[in-house]
């Protein structure tokens, strides 16, 4: 399975990433992508950036070596009624939201706590996607939420980075979520969550477990640039023109 979008980035605005935006696009060009997410922190997370970071991202280039670029955020989910940590006036701006449950802003409770937290930011319409849910911190009803993400048009994400241990003990889960997503017909983004320019668009070990299992191509958005465009136009994101002749 091959990849021409990458949801999920991080720059040297995150606090803890090492590469700068142009040093991202040329990476996402090396590899072949056609669009790449800038999906830094919100300001919750420790060392992230300030709310304005993100109400400016409007300056940014639509390409950059020649990859179109999409503005966006990787939000934290705050507590278990399902708030996020961006107003909703820069949040509607954007292009492309993220939403992850993170140990530093949101401390890990119980099963029934983390599903309550992600059936409401689902039902909040706020996000477009779910990030790295194969965390074991955050054990969560998989086909409740993913059915519940399936019906109201959110994204599953896949996340590189858990598959080669950035969170011990997300593979076997990811692949479980992988699973029921394929089985209630739920859509998956597929994420590096790079915080270095070498991992921009790579994919390996998703395109490993996606292919092992046999998910239908068509239900991965990240695998047809036009096809996340789509997605994106059908979620009423309106700024996007620029794209559609890709």
């Known amino acids: 399975m091959k990849f021409v979008v990458d949801t999920h980035t991080h720059t040297v605005s995150s606090g803890h990433a090492y590469s700068t935006l142009l040093e991202n696009a040329q990476a996402a060009a090396e590899h072949g992508l056609t669009l790449m997410c800038v999906t830094d922190h919100a300001p919750s997370m420790p060392g992230s950036p300030h709310f304005w970071h993100f109400a ?16 966006g955020v990787e939000v934290n989910i705050m507590n278990s009624d399902g708030e996020i940590d961006l107003q909703p006036h820069i949040s509607e701006q954007l292009d492309w939201v993220l939403a992850s449950l993170h140990e530093p802003v949101f401390r890990p409770s119980d099963h029934q706590t ?6 409401n930011v689902i039902a909040s319409g706020r996000v477009h ?28 994400e896949i996340n590189n980075s858990s598959l080669v241990g950035s969170r011990a003990g997300s593979k076997p889960r990811c692949e479980q979520i992988a699973l029921v997503a394929k089985e209630v017909g739920a859509m998956l983004t597929t994420g590096s969550d790079a915080h270095f320019a070498h991992d921009v668009g790579k994919f390996d070990q998703v395109s490993e477990l996606l292919n092992k299992i046999q998910f239908p191509e068509e239900r991965v958005v990240t695998t047809n640039a036009n096809r996340f465009v789509e997605f994106l136009k059908r979620r009423n994101n309106s700024n996007l023109d620029a794209f559609f002749t890709l």
Do not use: C, S
């Not at 996607?129 to 019906?151: K, Q």
């Open 114 to 119: 983390h599903t309550k937290a992600l059936l």
């Open 129 to 156: 996607a779910l990030g790295h849910l194969g965390n074991p911190n955050f054990d969560f009803d998989f086909e409740t939420v993913i059915t519940a993400a399936a019906e109201a048009n959110v994204l599953i």
């Open 56 to 71: 400016n991202q409007r300056i940014l280039p639509r390409f950059l070596h020649g990859v179109g670029i999409l503005r």
